[in-house]
């Protein structure tokens, strides 16, 4: 996904030189400084008041967010409840559909949409336990004589950081109260041709 969304912003910005360029917003005989200072202008015009920096940062913020994954959520109760869903992500390899994601978007386009979706349950996530705390970072060392590293307490720790990046949803994972799914196909109604009556 973060490959198809930071060519799309690449070729956005792209654009926007381009038409700058063409509709000669900066005159000829303005001197260097102003002369970038107009293009910024009309070009953060063209991109509706972003700038060059602003849309990289967002491509950057995607790419950690996303990162090479295609994401399915199923939403039964409707897009006004997305966090009451099925959700799961495709294998990051070619055979699914990775080299075709830029002609699936443009087939299908990116909002909702009504398809058929076969799926596994993978996981049913449990109501998380606001009150546990972290294991603290001094639990780490060993009171054994060495002080050889706490492997239990390593693990605890590394596991809820895991469960933190569930949580705010930069690493996919099963996180209440959305069921984690493997999607196993995915299909969409094709409308027949009306045959014409003579």
């Known amino acids: 996904m973060e490959v198809l969304f930071a060519e799309r912003i690449s070729r956005f910005d792209k654009m926007a030189d381009t038409l700058v360029d063409i509709s000669e917003a900066v005159p000829s005989n303005a001197n ?3 002369r970038s200072s107009m293009r910024q202008a009309a070009k953060s015009l063209v991109m509706g008041g972003m700038t060059s920096l602003q849309l990289k940062a967002i491509s950057d913020f995607v ?7 295609i994401a399915i959520r199923i939403l039964p109760a409707g897009p ?9 992500a495709l294998l990051g390899r070619s ?12 087939r299908y386009g990116t909002v909702a949409s009504r398809w058929t979706a076969v799926i596994q349950i993978a996981a049913i996530p449990a109501r998380p336990d606001v009150d546990a705390g972290a294991a603290p970072a001094e639990e780490l060392q060993s009171t054994r004589e060495g002080g050889d ?6 693990e605890a720790i590394a596991i809820q950081l895991l469960g933190h990046m569930e949580a705010i949803g930069i690493v996919e994972g099963p996180r209440w109260p959305s069921v984690s799914v493997t999607p196993l196909g995915l299909y969409r109604e094709v409308p027949l041709m009306k045959k014409r009556h003579r």
């Open 32 to 34: 260097a400084k102003q």
């Open 63 to 69: 790419e950690a967010f996303v990162g090479d994954s």
């Open 80 to 88: 006004d409840h997305l966090e009451h869903s099925f959700s799961g």
């Open 95 to 106: 055979e699914y559909i990775q080299e075709e994601r830029e002609h699936l978007f443009s």
């Open 149 to 154: 590293i706490n492997r239990a307490a390593m």
